[in-house]
Structures are given as C-alpha cells and as structure tokens.
C-alpha cells in the first residue's frame, strides 16, 4: 500500500515558524517528484512547492518564495517543509504529494501527481 502521511502542522503566531513532515511508504519514491500544495476554505487548491526526491533544484510559488524550504531525506523516505515568517494567509490544509511526472508535464498542477497525503492543518494567527 503506498501511502503519505503529513504531520507537523498547527498553531502558530505570525512570523513563526512550522515544520511539516511527508513520511512515505509502500515504495521507493527516488524517481518521482516530491511537492507540497495548500488549500484555504473556499479556495482552489494550489502550488506551493517541489522537488525531485532524488534531488535537484527546487522551485516555489511567488507567495512562499524566500520563506518557505523544500527538503528530503532520502533514506527515510520523508519530506519536509520548512516554513518561516508565517503569516495569516499561509493559513490552510497542507499536502504532500508524489508523481512520476514527464519533462512535459506541468509541475504546479494537481491533477499531475498520483498521490497525496490526507493534509495538515496549519493556522497562523495575526
């Protein structure tokens, strides 16, 4: 059974920090794209960053750039989202998720990764 599991999330002040965690299981996720998305009651979901499980450059939506990290430990299996400088529109549902994604396809889009995590709620108060 392949499975992500989040964990990490909370109640946090603004301009605190938080770090959430993807641990994955049921197999090896070292060929596939590892991201982490958002989504806020009544709002679509949407990209928040990604990175190569093996490695690689990362990439990051304008509005967590500079505050947000995007890390993997690789023999664990487990991926992480360092997020500093919260502030109260980071607040949502966080997912990780994984995709054996084609160059051609788009990294930022859900529809494009085969598996998710069943989120963790970060609240950031004013």
């Known amino acids: 059974q392949v499975q992500l599991v989040e964990s990490g999330g909370g109640l946090v002040q603004a301009g605190g920090s938080l770090r959430l965690s993807c641990a994955a299981s049921g197999r090896s996720f070292s060929s596939y794209l590892m991201a982490w998305f958002r989504q806020a009651p009544g709002k679509e979901r949407e990209f928040v960053a990604a990175?190569?499980?093996?490695?690689?450059?990362?990439v990051y939506a304008d509005s967590v750039k500079g505050r947000f990290t995007i890390s993997r430990d690789n023999a664990k299996n487990t991926g992480y989202l360092q997020m500093n400088s919260l502030k109260p529109e980071d607040t949502a549902v966080y997912y990780c998720?994984?995709?054996?994604?084609?160059?051609?396809?788009?990294?930022?889009?859900?529809?494009?990764?085969?598996?998710w995590g069943q989120g963790t709620q970060v609240t950031v108060s004013s």
């Open positions: 990175i190569m499980w093996s490695g690689g450059s990362a």
């Open positions: 998720a994984a995709g054996a994604l084609p160059p051609t396809e788009d990294t930022t889009a859900p529809l494009s990764y085969d598996y």
